[in-house]
């Protein structure tokens, strides 16, 4: 006979079999407890902007790994995280992200399928949600893979053809010297037409290096000027059709070394984007995304992971993104495509980065992970501090990430490799940890002749 603990796990799992919608739900680590089954990790949930919500606080369990006999290395479980000498050890204060996970009927209690650890300790990186598009690329034999995202809850509101030119510059100004920054000027006609157009980034080449960084905002805002996008929406503002008008700032994040060298690896975590952020034309589309960025000692971001924010995020073209300002009918959002999996989740050790990436512990099963005891004595376990030498942090890591370039937004957005403005060179000591071989290569072009 099954004992009430294993029946009532049981009863709140059947909730993701019924048609739950799955989404990602990132914690930031206040403790853990383990003392008996199921082991949950404790903690706050983190807000779109990336900070904490210290009026919430959640519990989350993971499901039963259904495909533990396919895996060569059994899943992370919460136990490790716990554990200060695994390699997945997560303190108070680190940040751990549940992919696949749906509330139970008890308040506050959550069940996941997968977790991966994307902040070990206190701002080892950043993370936060945005509406976001990716981009796949090959610049002779090199490949690159970014994150473009918008920040909704950074919108502003402009009325004049002046307001835009007040606030584009320090929308585009770069937060570090490789940091391509973004931003959607969108107009909504008085029939309720919408059409977004993107500035984004200027860059300095270096000839003597052959490295580029970004130039300043009122430089890239001047270049922007002189295109014959913003002639037009000055004729829109002219002419009076304009009913609301907003500014949306963004940027773009690369994956590079190993996260990159990981995504080529595993071919069907390409395909699973490339449903995800394409429409059925090929074209790129928008959707919430949780990510987490670490950061080169020269203060450039790079990624380390991203999930979609649910298995049901509507989709939407880069004229409809949602902000407080601009709320889109439902005939806006494009139907949700579901990838692979829900959610795609890549977090990796890179050059500069001393913390220990996600590795597998053997696997174990929830009988012998726990002991059943009496509930009174299950009392949560503050997380314990691991054993690793801590890289210097960038003085600017406690605030959000700021992003990653978007898709072209235009009326009739642009086949995805059309964005092609950004230079490909990266700043000496982040270009030099990335060795591709030839199949590698193979799977990367494969991937981008469909984009």
């Not at 006979?1 to 993701?16: E, G, I, P």
């Not at 790129?284 to 949780?290: L, R, Y």
């Not at 980065?353 to 004595?377: G, Y």
Request: proline residues 9%.
């Amino acid at each position: 006979m099954s004992s009430n603990a294993f029946q009532a796990l049981k009863v709140r799992q059947d909730r993701v079999s019924n048609g739950a919608s799955l989404h990602t739900l990132v914690v930031q680590i206040t403790g853990y407890s383990i003392d008996q089954w199921p082991h949950y990790a404790i903690g706050h949930p983190l807000l779109d902007n990336g900070e904490p919500d210290e009026t919430r606080t959640v519990r989350v369990f993971l499901r039963e790994d259904k495909d533990a006999g396919k895996r060569e290395y059994a899943r992370t479980e919460i136990a490790d995280f716990a554990n200060p000498r695994h390699k997945a050890a997560t303190e108070a204060g680190g940040i751990i992200m549940f992919a696949s996970a749906v509330e139970t009927d008890t308040d506050g209690e959550f069940s996941a399928r997968w977790a991966d650890s994307v902040s070990h300790y206190v701002d080892e990186a950043a993370c936060r949600a945005g509406y976001a598009t990716v981009f796949f690329r090959t610049d002779g034999d090199r490949p690159y893979f970014s994150l473009e995202f918008y920040k909704p809850e950074a919108a502003i509101l402009v009325d004049s053809v002046r307001a835009i030119e007040q606030a584009l510059p320090d929308m585009l100004h770069p937060s570090s010297p490789s940091t391509g920054m973004a931003a959607l000027i969108r107009l909504v006609s008085k029939e309720g037409d919408t059409v977004a157009v993107r500035a984004g980034s200027a860059w300095h080449k270096d000839e003597s290096s052959g490295f580029s960084t970004v130039a300043p905002g009122l430089d890239s805002a001047t270049k922007f000027y002189d295109k014959e996008d913003w002639k037009l929406i000055k004729q829109v503002f002219e002419s009076g059709e304009v009913a609301m008008a907003e500014i949306i700032p963004g940027m773009r994040v690369n994956a590079i070394g190993a996260t990159l060298k990981g995504l080529l690896k595993k071919p069907q975590r390409l395909e699973a984007m490339n449903t995800v952020y394409r429409d059925e034309e090929g074209h790129a589309v928008f959707t919430k995304t949780w990510f987490s960025a670490r950061f080169h000692e020269s203060g450039d971001p790079f990624l380390t992971a991203l999930q979609r924010a649910a298995s049901d995020s509507p989709r939407y073209r880069a004229a409809n993104i949602p902000t407080a300002n601009f709320d889109p009918s439902p005939e806006h959002a494009l139907a949700p495509r579901n990838g692979a999996e829900q959610g795609v989740t890549h977090t990796n050790k890179e050059a500069g980065d001393s913390p220990a990436p996600h590795t597998e512990s053997p696997r174990r099963s929830p009988q012998s992970q726990s002991q059943s005891r009496d509930p009174a004595a299950s009392a949560p376990v503050a997380a314990e501090e691991p054993t690793r030498t801590r890289p210097p942090r960038a003085p600017h890591l406690k605030h959000p990430v700021h992003g990653a370039p978007a898709a072209q937004p235009t009326p009739a957005p642009p086949p995805p490799n059309a964005l092609t403005d950004v230079e490909p060179q990266l700043p000496p000591g982040m270009d030099d940890v990335l060795e591709l071989g030839d199949e590698d290569m193979k799977a990367l072009e494969a991937f981008s002749m469909k984009l």
